[in-house]
């Protein structure tokens, strides 16, 4: 396997700056894939948003829609050859597997998935050692909501625990923002729409960091 170097971007949320902020940040750190990891647009809003990020960006890009886009969204992606919801892509030797939406939420956002739905989509594509990107995170990291507790995907839990992935990249909860190194290095790099990006170099180990 070659070293593979994502620029990750999650809850962008329909934000005119990260419009400009990810171009800058692909001219500035030459990643091989941008990843855009869930909550592109606001509810949908503003109308073309994806279409429009889509053609700022110079590298292969993956994307899978968050719990705050339409499900209509995957049509976008699907058109753009982006999609990576619930569907593995291989890049310079390196399995990706993505999964988008997000577990149940006390809000009924447009786009949640049942914990069920959730495993057994990942757990037929999911291999070990593989790269996860998920908009919600696995419970119990990367996922503490102040008054309500961990709020994760226990799927997700489970795919990582069953399947070891090499990383996992996740969003969903601004507020969790942080790094988790170790045998599975985690990182939610916060909302892109505060100007909040992650950074994650595959190799041998992984090296993630937010930008």
């Not at 005119?16 to 750190?29: G, K, N, Q, R, V």
């Not at 049509?75 to 310079?92: C, F, I, P, Q, Y």
């Not at 599975?184 to 041998?204: E, F, Q, R």
Request: include cysteine; charge should be negative.
């Amino acid at each position: 396997m070659e070293a593979l170097r994502i620029l990750l971007a999650t809850d962008l949320h329909g934000s005119s700056a990260a419009l400009d902020l990810i171009p800058a940040a692909i001219h500035e750190h030459r990643p091989d894939v941008f990843l855009a990891c869930g909550d592109i647009t606001h509810f949908g809003r503003p109308p073309s948003y994806a279409e429009e990020l889509l053609r700022r960006v110079s590298v292969r890009t993956f994307a899978v829609p968050g719990n705050c886009d339409p499900p209509a969204l995957l049509d976008v992606l699907e058109r753009s050859g982006v999609n990576l919801h619930m569907k593995k892509a291989t890049v310079e030797g390196h399995s990706i597997v993505g999964l988008g939406g997000a577990n149940p939420t006390p809000f009924g956002t447009p786009f949640e998935i049942g914990e069920d739905e959730i495993w057994k989509g990942l757990d037929t594509i999911m291999e070990r050692g593989a790269i996860l990107a998920s908009h919600p995170p696995p419970f119990g990291h990367l996922d503490l909501v102040p008054g309500a507790g961990h709020v994760g995907s226990r799927s997700v839990a489970r795919i990582v625990e069953k399947y070891r992935p090499h990383a996992v990249l996740c969003g969903h909860i601004h507020e969790a923002a942080g790094i988790v190194q170790g045998e599975v290095t985690m990182i939610n790099p916060g909302a892109a729409k505060d100007g909040h990006l992650g950074l994650v170099d595959v190799d041998d180990r992984v090296v993630a960091r937010i930008l």
